[in-house]
T-cell receptor, first 119, second 116 residues
């Protein structure tokens, strides 16, 4: 069965510090898809990134970067020079190949990491 | 603009009552999902659908049902509400299986349900 572990329940840093959110996943499938979502205090879920298992390239988007390592089953998320607006709960999620093909059976989420950026 | 909307946004109901939460999307997406979010559990999949007349159980489907009579809507019904079903419920949709390139799931704004 698939599983996503976000061991950090809460992280608090001072603004401008760099912070890394850890995500470790378990799956028996060789093809799978990884996602990060942000949930700000307003409650909506905001898509940040998806990564396919066959694409181990790391990605950078502005102050955000993601490190995907199949060897350690990890998909970590780093925020550089954090800002107060980054304060939110961040979820890592996994989708395997589903009955309908292509990971259609929904997402398995980690429990989330509550990130607090102090001014 | 296309969107996914949930209604109501907040609801209080009594134990034992039947409750239906609405989810409507205007993207014409085939795949729709219902999740519940609880502190310490993240989001967990309740039911999902690949298209009209198709429904499937997720990880925590007991006490819930869904029906898909058209592409746009996937209502979630709590047959007999229980206090354990107090939660925030999210509906989501995706154009195609999540495995296809660039596909993502779009989420509604959530419904906060309290069962007293």
């Amino acid at each position: 069965a698939q599983k996503v572990t976000q061991a950090q329940t809460e992280i608090s840093v001072v603004e401008k510090e760099d912070v890394t959110l850890d995500c470790v996943y378990e799956t028996r499938d060789t093809t799978y898809y990884l996602f990060w979502y942000k949930q700000p205090p307003s409650g909506e879920l905001v898509f940040l990134i998806r990564r396919n298992s066959f694409d181990e390239q790391n990605e950078i988007s502005g102050r955000y970067s993601w490190n995907f390592q199949k060897s350690t089953s990890s998909f970590n998320f780093t925020i550089t020079a954090s800002q107060v607006v980054d304060s939110a709960v961040y979820f890592c999620a996994l989708s395997e190949e589903g009955r309908g093909g292509g990971g259609a059976d929904g997402l398995t989420f980690g429990k989330g990491t509550h990130l607090i950026i102090q001014p | 603009d296309a969107e996914i909307t949930q209604s109501p946004r907040h609801k209080i109901t009594e134990t034992g009552r039947q409750v239906t939460l609405a989810c409507h999307q205007t993207w014409n997406h085939n795949n729709m999902f219902w999740y519940r979010q609880d502190l310490g559990h993240g989001l967990r999949l309740i039911h999902y659908s690949y298209g009209v007349q198709d429904t499937n159980k997720g990880e925590v489907s007991d006490g819930y049902s869904v029906s898909r009579s058209n592409t746009e809507d996937l209502p979630l019904t709590l047959e007999s509400a229980a206090s354990s079903q107090t939660s925030v419920y999210f509906c989501a949709s995706s154009e195609s299986p999540l495995g296809l390139l660039n596909t993502e799931a779009f989420f509604g704004q959530g419904t906060r349900l309290t069962v007293v």
